[in-house]
């Protein structure tokens, strides 16, 4: 199989990693890749979100398969894109429909979605400029903290939580006046839940599906969970608390119904769904749905599938899903992020980065790279992600920040408390 992958951060390193080990993989393409998968396969200049050049480069190279990373494109539309040209649409794409990627799309998308079937998420209301008014009056009436969403895609920034009524009213005005542009012109006012979160992935095609090891991400910049949220400072796999039983009633309230819910409003879906809970009371919430994978989850959840990931997209796309079988690594495994000085505010980008060649008992999956007269420099604010196996998180983690002394570049910050809350 020609397999071309979208994306560029380290979840698509790890995609690339681990597609690569797949025998049914016989020539990979990553568009636009980076300098960690530039040793995989072959980089290509393409943007993700220009179809056309992403179609014209498949029937040039006779792709049998697009693997779609991250979720701008999805939520463009890349797979009616494919599936509406005559000469494209025989090609697997894995990603869901532009109407199943409206889970991740729009907030309030999901959120009724949520509603309509009973699937358990935080109460909520939505509002535009219009109902700006009644928005006002409800955050007023509201318990603290209050959480305000922008509806649409604000790369992972449109989410708010405010302490005091006169702070959200404050945001909520700026929301709905363009402070994230056309993203936030509808807003989403949601209840506040008090737990611990944890991500849950399936493959699936709809009707059938394979739940991934479950994962849990460290999304503030600072230690204690502290400061900005980022996109991703760390994760786990497996988390110690979610048990047997959480799990049953992750598939039973969550899983199921979701996939019922797409089959009933005809959203063609096949590829990953990401489901961002919290456990409240020992009973899962859907904080999020992502119609793609998570990063940095994907670092330690696809080091810990024991499954041929192509085989296992293939089996998708070709509804025999429930033929394939999937085990999971017992040990367990961690990732911890190596930033840019700044981020996730301003950074600076091209600091040559050292010592790569020193990591020892660790992947070192690229995240924001690019190669540059046979250097490795940095290309973004997350830069690295070291993954290491070990017999519990801890020992992971610790590994990771062993190697975590050797990469060098300059700014380079990370965080060392990864698992602290487990
Ligand atoms: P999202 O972009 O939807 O993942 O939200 C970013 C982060 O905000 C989540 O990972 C949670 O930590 C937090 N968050 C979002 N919604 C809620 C909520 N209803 N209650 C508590 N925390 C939330
Ligand atoms: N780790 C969170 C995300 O991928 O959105």
Request: hydrophobic fraction near 40%; proline fraction near 5%.
């Amino acid at each position: 199989m020609k397999i071309l992958l979208l994306g560029s951060g380290g979840r698509e390193h790890a995609f690339a990693w681990k597609m690569k080990q797949s025998p049914l993989c016989e020539a990979l393409y990553i568009a636009p890749g980076n300098a960690g998968t530039a040793g995989l396969g072959t980089n290509v200049p393409l943007h993700p979100n220009d179809f056309e050049a992403v179609g014209a480069f498949a029937l040039k190279e006779a792709i049998d398969m697009v693997v779609v990373g991250p979720e701008e494109p999805l939520v463009r539309g890349i797979y009616d894109h494919f599936k509406a040209d005559e000469q494209l649409k025989g090609i697997h794409v894995i990603g869901p429909s532009e109407k199943g990627a409206q889970l991740e799309g729009s907030k309030a998308f999901a959120k009724k979605f949520m509603m309509e079937r009973d699937i358990p998420t935080a109460a909520y209301a939505e509002f535009t400029q219009e109902t700006l008014e009644a928005g006002l009056a409800y955050i007023d009436q509201h318990a603290t903290p209050i959480v305000l969403k922008a509806d649409g895609l604000a790369a992972g920034k449109g989410v708010l939580i405010c302490q005091t009524a006169e702070e959200a009213k404050d945001e909520f005005r700026a929301m709905l006046s363009g402070k994230f542009g056309a993203a936030s012109a509808r807003v989403v006012v949601e209840e506040f839940l008090d737990g611990i979160e944890f991500s849950v992935f399936v493959i699936t095609n709809g009707k059938q599906y394979k739940i991934l090891p479950v994962a849990k991400d460290y999304k503030r910049i600072g230690e204690g969970d502290t400061g900005l949220n980022t996109g991703g400072m760390g994760s786990v796999s497996p988390v110690p608390f979610v048990d047997e039983n959480l799990m049953r009633k992750v598939e039973n309230w969550i899983i199921s119904p979701t996939l019922t819910g797409l089959r009933e409003i005809g959203a063609p879906y096949v590829g990953f769904i990401f489901f961002g809970l919290i456990r409240v009371d020992n009973n899962p919430y859907v904080i999020e749905y992502n119609c793609r994978m998570g990063d940095p989850e994907t670092e330690v959840v696809l080091p810990r599938l024991q499954a041929d990931l192509v085989e296992l997209m293939l089996a998708a796309d070709t509804s025999t899903l429930d033929e394939v079988q999937l085990a999971e690594d017992p040990r367990a495994a961690a990732t911890v992020i190596l930033v840019s000085g700044g981020y996730p505010e301003d950074y600076e980008k091209g600091k040559t980065i050292t010592g790569l060649g020193e990591v020892e008992g660790s992947i070192a999956f690229h995240a924001g790279t690019r190669l540059e007269d046979g250097l490795v420099k940095t290309n973004g604010g997350r830069v690295i992600a070291l993954t290491s196996y070990g017999a519990d998180f801890k020992a992971a983690v610790a590994a990771s920040l062993k190697n975590a002394e050797k990469v060098q570049f300059e700014g380079k910050y990370y965080r060392k408390d990864i698992g602290f809350d487990l």
